[in-house]
């Protein structure tokens, strides 16, 4: 069964700091690319940050020198860390892990962290 478990969500304050962790089972994790994606209210997921099975990592721009991506392949986990958060940070955020491209892409999601930045 293939399982991610997030955690590390909850409410600050602007300017504060959140490290959000995905624990993955069931996947050969090292060979996943593994992401945050995000989604608020009324819009779109969005990709936030990912990082491949080799340690490439790629983030949004609005996110740029204030998140940082990492994983650990021996503890099947991957991070996000996030600093100097703003109001527009609020959203739920998911963790992903995929590999393949098109029709033999495969996909897995977690259940889900509420982020909340707020005064």
């Known amino acids: 069964q293939v399982q991610l478990v997030e955690s590390g969500g909850g409410l600050v304050q602007p300017g504060g700091s959140l490290r959000l962790s995905c624990v993955s089972s069931?996947?050969?994790?090292?060979?996943?690319?593994m992401g945050w994606y995000r989604q608020a209210p009324g819009k779109r997921r969005e990709l936030v940050a990912d990082i491949s099975g080799g340690g490439t990592t790629s983030y949004v721009d609005s996110v740029k020198g204030r998140f940082t991506i990492s994983r650990d392949n021996v503890k099947n986990t991957v991070y996000l860390q996030m600093n100097s958060l703003k109001p527009e940070d609020t959203a739920v955020y998911y963790c992903?892990?995929?590999?393949?491209?098109?029709?033999?892409?495969?996909?897995?999601w977690g259940q889900g962290t509420q982020v909340t930045v707020s005064s």
């Open positions: 992903n892990g995929r590999r393949g491209s098109g029709e033999i892409r495969y996909d897995y």
């Open positions: 069931g996947i050969l994790f090292g060979i996943y690319t």
